[in-house]
């Protein structure tokens, strides 16, 4: 095994088939933002979202995609252009891995591609036990999603945050009270047909437990830009305050735990869940 892969590994002690596979791909997103370095993606895009959170300021939940944002809209950019970049840095490192284009729906702002390999070979180049690898079916593929949203909304701001394994490199990111304006614009108007999205709300409470201070304006630009603001004054406190509380009122608790339940280690971090308590928490958001 790679040596490099081998000490991203160590952290996880995985002790079962389902906690090695979350850390291989895991492992391969890891990889996957050093390509996306050595390419130079970042100085046109910036990491955000759950994945960005887990990787970058210890979000202790697993988080399936890498998202991204380009810094200003461009209608030419092509993710298709690193393709090459991502297979060469995962195949560096044993990964046989390809990156498959999505082609774009009509009327969408996001690109996407696909990192996919054989979940069977892939484990085998962390040197998984054959007991677990040979329980796989031999087509099962372990994939990874890529989504950069091409038309941003205004008023974010970016960082850098330095990452040491499998070397040494850099990501630029967002700043935390714009990737906390980003999760609340999901939670408040993102629509999953009758689903919730129960990972929005464990990362809102993850947000008030460490880095509660939301951009309000950065928030207003994305609720523009999907037409959940379009009054002619600015997004107030108070306004946002009966917005979050209202989506609290609707909220079905017990499919939010449902959705994150397999996203999350610690299943009795869930059962203080309740519409008073995120009531309560919400009086913590520190407005920036």
Not at 277 to 283: E, L, Q, T, V, Y
Request: hydrophobic letters at 40%; a neutral charge; charged letters at 25%.
């Amino acid at each position: 095994m790679n040596q490099a892969i081998a000490q991203m590994l160590e952290k996880y002690k995985p002790q079962s088939l389902d906690d090695t596979t979350r850390a291989l791909r895991e492992i391969i997103q890891e990889v996957a933002l050093l390509g996306l370095f050595r390419a130079k993606f970042f100085e046109h895009a910036a990491f955000y979202g759950g994945t960005a959170l887990r990787i970058l300021y210890g979000l202790d939940r697993f988080s399936e995609d890498l998202d991204f944002s380009l810094l200003a809209p461009s209608k030419d950019f092509d993710l298709a252009k690193y393709s090459t970049a991502l297979e060469v840095e995962l195949q560096s490192f044993g990964f046989k891995i390809t990156v498959e284009k999505v082609d774009k729906a009509v009327g969408t702002a996001m690109q996407s591609a696909f990192l996919k390999g054989n979940t069977r070979n892939e484990l085998l180049v962390i040197e998984t036990r054959m007991d677990l690898v040979t329980s796989i079916p031999a087509n099962q593929t372990v994939k990874v999603k890529l989504e950069v949203d091409t038309d941003p909304p205004s008023g974010f701001n970016t960082q850098t945050k330095y990452l040491l394994n499998p070397t040494s490199f850099s990501v630029r990111t967002y700043t935390l009270p714009d990737l906390f304006a980003g999760k609340m614009h999901a939670l408040l108007c993102r629509k999953w047909k009758n689903r919730v999205k129960g990972r929005d709300w464990y990362d809102f409470v993850w947000y008030l437990a460490n880095h509660p201070e939301l951009h309000l304006a950065h928030l207003e630009q994305r609720m523009r830009q999907t037409a959940h603001w379009t009054g002619d004054d600015p997004l107030s406190a108070d306004a946002f305050k009966v917005i979050l509380n209202s989506a609290i009122d609707r909220l079905d608790v017990d499919q939010a735990r449902q959705d994150v339940a397999p996203f999350v280690k610690d299943q009795r971090a869930l059962d203080i869940w309740s519409q008073d308590f995120f009531r309560d928490i919400a009086g913590k958001i520190r407005i920036a």
